[in-house]
């Protein structure tokens, strides 16, 4: 069946640097989902993207939807504090497959 | 609105026990699910209901059952808990808006078998 690796597991970084999340599926897929998650909270919908080859923006956060429709990135430009949490992919087509996530920590 | 609301939030069980873990949405959300999130493993799809009165298995569905009570309500059963059903419950309903179908999630159940 289908599955999404994400990795790194865990990135620790200084505030003010860059940091990304890589997720791949064993499948072709219809559409991936980002989800941000804060400690000790739920999931909260970013973005979805559809198209092969698609980026979107959202401020300092940019989102790739690999040309195969097999692999999708994050990638954060000058973190903050704020940005602390654990990121999600998620990819259909059927049942939503979440990755295990990247848990992002911002050191002041 | 309140948008997802899940209870308990918190719950403790022996082994061998049931309880049924309640969530309701106030978003007029046709599709309904239920995750679980494992500690470096995201979260798994158990069931999920894609209008009212259908419900279908996901990636784990053994040992758990669920009712669609009504739109607004999607209810997860453990007929007899086990240890490895100690885990945190995620209940979520989606909607399709501009082609794109969000999942919105309520804030979960932590949950503890012994």
């Known amino acids: 069946g289908q599955q999404v690796m994400q990795i790194p597991q865990y990135q620790h970084v200084q505030e003010g640097e860059d940091f990304t999340t890589y997720c791949n599926s064993s499948t072709t897929l219809s559409n991936i989902q980002w989800y941000k998650q804060r400690p000790g909270g739920h999931p909260v919908f970013l973005i979805q993207?559809?198209?092969?080859?698609e980026v979107k923006k959202q401020k300092r956060l940019t989102f790739q939807f690999g040309e195969a429709k097999k692999n999708s990135s994050l990638h954060i430009t000058a973190t903050q504090t704020t940005d602390v949490g654990t990121y999600f992919c998620a990819g259909q087509p059927g049942d939503m497959r979440f990755g295990a996530g990247t848990r992002l920590t911002v050191k002041p | 609105n309140a948008g997802v609301t899940q209870t308990p939030k918190f719950q403790v069980l022996k082994t061998g026990q049931s309880m049924t873990l309640q969530c309701a949405q106030d978003?007029?959300?046709?599709?309904m699910y239920w995750y679980r999130q494992d500690p470096g493993m995201g979260l798994r799809l158990i069931y999920y209901?894609?209008?009212?009165?259908?419900?279908d298995k996901g990636e784990v569905p053994n040992g758990y059952n669920v009712s669609r009570l009504n739109k607004r309500e999607f209810s997860l059963r453990l007929e007899s808990a086990a240890p490895s059903q100690t885990s945190v419950y995620f209940c979520?309903?989606?909607?399709?808006?501009?082609?794109?179908?969000?999942?919105?999630f309520g804030p979960g159940t932590r949950l503890t078998v012994l």
């Open positions: 979520a309903s989606s909607v399709i808006r501009e082609g794109t179908d969000t999942q919105y």
């Open positions: 209901s894609a209008s009212e009165g259908t419900t």
């Open positions: 993207l559809v198209k092969s080859g």
């Open positions: 978003m007029n959300h046709n599709s």
